[in-house]
């Protein structure tokens, strides 16, 4: 979302939730295998992803992780009613699962089966969260660690099924995974962290005005266009690279990205590179014209 973009708080530690979920919601379709909803009956408005298993549904699992992870991380943090959090939730958590069964992507069962996944994974992982985050800044070699980390994981991602749709989706998430804990290190260590101290906390919002507005809206344009340039210029290059350096012809795109050579790194490299940007450049761009 533009509004959690290039917000070093909860953005961090809301992404290592984020990729967590959805790595093990994506290898465990995998391992089941379980196909889409027949068509007929099922009427399908969406085909494109139709190559991927269903269960458990990973929108249903992302829909439910990140409103929670939103409210579990922010109040007390920020003066706001509880009530707030409480609506949020079950309504993006619903919008997003009844629109996995409109499209015909997802059974009930799926929507089921991935909610209760994610509310096991929260249960276990969450208390563990902040030590994660607190590893990715202040470790002396976490850099070196994560990209390893996320590249093997997606090295053995690419190993449980034959190409598809998924695979992508799963190096992109762990690289974006990647880059994001790999710019919060590197931001952490220069300084541009500002974190308040416990006892000044819940912090009181703003009083919205025109100024406060013109320079939100300025964070998020600045920032997109940043991002969807790094994006541009990162898969022009890894694409050819990697075709290049695996002797794996470049004619036709499409079909070379079936290539895990060619796939995992194009996507782990460029959205770890918009993963870095979120939480390094862009903050560092804010820091620099004074709109911090």
Same mark, same amino acid.
Request: aromatic share 14%.
């Given at each position: %979302? !533009? ?15 984020? #990729?967590?979920? =959805?790595?093990?919601? +994506? ?20 085909? $494109?992803?139709?190559?991927?298993? %269903?269960?458990?549904?990973?929108? @249903? =699992? ?27 939730? !079950? ?18 069962? &799926? ?13 276990? /992982?969450?208390? /563990? ?7 990715? +800044? ?13 590249? @093997?994981?997606?090295? /053995? ?23 994001? @804990?790999?710019? %919060?290190?590197?931001?952490?260590? =220069? ?7 416990? &006892? ?15 320079? @939100? ?14 994006? &541009? #210029? ?11 350096? $695996?002797?794996?012809?470049?004619? &036709? ?33 804010? $820091? ?5």
């Amino acid at each position: %979302s !533009p509004l959690l973009c290039f917000t070093y708080f909860p953005l961090s530690l809301l992404v290592v939730i984020w #990729v967590l979920v =959805m790595y093990l919601g +994506q290898c465990t379709k995998d391992i089941i295998r379980w196909p889409r909803p027949a068509s007929p009956p099922v009427v399908k408005l969406e085909v $494109f992803y139709n190559s991927e298993y %269903s269960m458990p549904s990973t929108h @249903a =699992m992302s829909g439910t992780a990140i409103p929670i992870s939103m409210v579990l991380l922010t109040y007390g943090r920020w003066q706001y009613p509880l009530i707030y959090g409480l609506i949020l939730i !079950p309504c993006w958590c619903s919008l997003v699962c009844l629109s996995r069964i409109y499209m015909g992507m997802h059974s009930i069962l &799926d929507i089921i089966a991935g909610f209760l996944y994610t509310i096991l994974i929260l249960a276990v /992982f969450y208390p /563990f969260v902040d030590l994660i985050d607190n590893f990715n +800044q202040t470790h002396k070699y976490a850099p070196l660690i994560i990209i390893g980390l996320h590249l @093997a994981l997606g090295i /053995f991602s690419f190993t449980l099924d034959t190409w598809s749709t998924s695979r992508g989706d799963t190096a992109e998430i762990l690289g974006s995974g990647a880059g994001i @804990a790999c710019g %919060s290190h590197v931001t952490y260590n =220069m300084g541009l962290v500002l974190d308040p101290s416990l &006892d000044i906390l819940p912090l009181a919002g703003p009083p919205i005005t025109m100024t406060l507005f013109g320079k @939100a809206i300025l964070r998020i344009l600045i920032g997109m266009v940043f991002v969807l340039i790094v994006r &541009d #210029v990162m898969k022009k290059i890894t694409i050819p690279l990697a075709c290049k350096i $695996f002797n794996i012809p470049c004619d &036709d795109i499409r079909k070379a990205r079936q290539h895990m050579e060619v796939e995992l790194p194009y996507r782990y490299i460029t959205y770890g590179m918009v993963g870095f940007s979120i939480t390094f450049f862009v903050p560092y761009i804010f $820091f620099f014209i004074g709109i911090s």
